[in-house]
């Protein structure tokens, strides 16, 4: 059974390695629920083993959870991502919530 958000026992940490289907790349996830255009959510956002961050957006893959055919390496697990899990709901609904630039550049804040 492949995780998906909402699913605590199969959530993917940060850190995890995984194969897509249909391609043999490895890519490592680097965030949760990215925001690809208002009201549209990826369960995961990704760069591509072993090249990593690059200052490109094309760079960056989201995919979701049913995309996932194999979990080459486990991210780091502890408390803090025992709570995350526990609270995948609220999670969801933030990913969800439109975003508006801040006009000092220090990133987007929730209107």
């Known amino acids: 059974m492949n ?6 026992e199969h959530f993917y940490p940060l850190g995890t390695a995984v194969r897509l289907k249909n391609n043999s790349d490895i890519f490592v ?10 009201g549209v959510v990826a369960d995961y956002l990704a760069v591509r083993y072993p090249c990593g ?7 960056q893959f989201a995919f979701n959870a049913e995309s ?10 502890d408390e803090g991502f025992n ?3 526990e609270n ?24």
């Not at 933030?94 to 929730?110: D, F, N, Q, Y």
């Open 3 to 8: 995780p998906v958000i909402g699913d605590k």
């Open 29 to 38: 996830i680097i965030g949760l629920m990215p925001q690809l255009t208002e």
């Open 53 to 59: 961050y690059e200052a490109s957006p094309e760079s």
């Open 68 to 77: 996932v055919a194999e979990v080459v390496a486990d991210g780091y697990r």
């Open 83 to 85: 709570r995350l899990k």
């Open 88 to 111: 995948l709901s609220q999670l969801e609904q933030l990913a969800r919530t439109p975003v508006k630039p801040v006009a000092s550049g220090k990133g987007p804040i929730l209107e």
